[in-house]
């Protein structure tokens, strides 16, 4: 299977007022994005609050999504899910289901969080789950987020012996990306990690955006625009107005607000202490 889309939207999870999962308006922000014209998210990644479901919760999610006719009827809608977890066990259960989903196209593939794995034990990690799956996976080396990094040459190793991998997400481990460039030119895909990841001189070339979900086709346009070099100060200005108000704060509770706001849909408040006053 063959990934089309350079831009993502990382959507939020929404949330009953007890903070249990509410996976019914979660897939309404994402048709909302859809009739936007937006052609791909990511569900149960950093920016659904990912690491505070649980595996049963995970599951629910991805269930919700796979049953979802809207999305089963849209064949070229590109979604991505996250797979992660603080055991490897949990992360092969959930992998065995995303593997089955009719709805996931790729998978966005993190590191435990918080555990510090050694290079060879994260590296086993990735071996065991990528074989698992016949699906395009994007490894997410987040150190900023995990505490952990995997290192350029394991991470060479890795996307040269496992054909799954397409792409790489990453924040916080610039020196790892003018040597994947130049050992696998294009056929690594890089995927920023949010708008504020794009400020730096890096070639990323996708994008899994946070400000798009307030703001999609702006956000989208920009995107392209900013790949083909032809963006102009207009916009530059625009999405950095964007941007800084996301990011002035905590981004997540203030996301849902906004999307409140702007379309009337209730994601409820961040897991707390996120959103805490």
């Not at 789950?129 to 952990?148: A, E, M, S, V, Y």
């Not at 961040?270 to 006053?277: E, M, N, S, T």
């Amino acid at each position: 299977m063959t990934l089309k889309t350079n831009f993502h939207v990382a959507v939020p999870t929404a949330f009953y007022p007890d903070e249990t999962l509410n996976a019914a308006v979660t897939l309404d922000h994402i048709h909302r994005l859809q009739h936007l014209g937006i052609n791909s998210v990511l569900v149960c990644g950093a920016t659904g609050e990912q690491h505070s479901l649980t595996l049963a919760e995970k599951l629910a999610l991805l269930q919700a999504l796979d049953h979802d006719q809207e999305l089963r009827a849209a064949p070229t809608f590109e979604l991505f899910f996250g797979v992660a977890s603080i055991r490897q066990k949990a992360a092969v259960t959930l992998m065995h289901q995303v593997n089955e989903s009719h709805v996931v196209k790729g998978i966005l593939l993190g590191f435990p969080p918080y555990i510090l794995p050694t290079q060879a034990e994260a590296a086993h990690y990735i071996v065991q789950l990528c074989g698992l799956t016949t699906k395009p996976i994007i490894i997410d080396n987040d150190p900023q987020r995990t505490g952990f990094a995997l290192d350029l040459a394991h991470l060479t190793l890795l996307i040269k012996n496992l054909p799954q991998i397409c792409g790489l997400k990453t924040t916080g481990t610039a020196p790892l990306i003018q040597p994947l460039q130049k050992q696998f030119g294009r056929s690594l895909a890089l995927y920023a990690a949010g708008e504020l990841a794009l400020n730096t001189a890096l070639d990323y070339d996708h994008l899994f955006s946070i400000a798009g979900n307030l703001h999609p086709q702006a956000c989208q346009h920009w995107f392209n625009d900013l790949v083909t070099k032809q963006v102009t100060a207009t916009e530059q200005k625009q999405i950095a107005i964007y941007t800084r108000l996301l990011f002035q704060g905590s981004p997540l509770p203030f996301l849902k607000q906004q999307i409140l706001r702007q379309s009337g849909l209730d994601m409820g408040s961040c897991r707390l202490p996120l959103g805490q006053h």
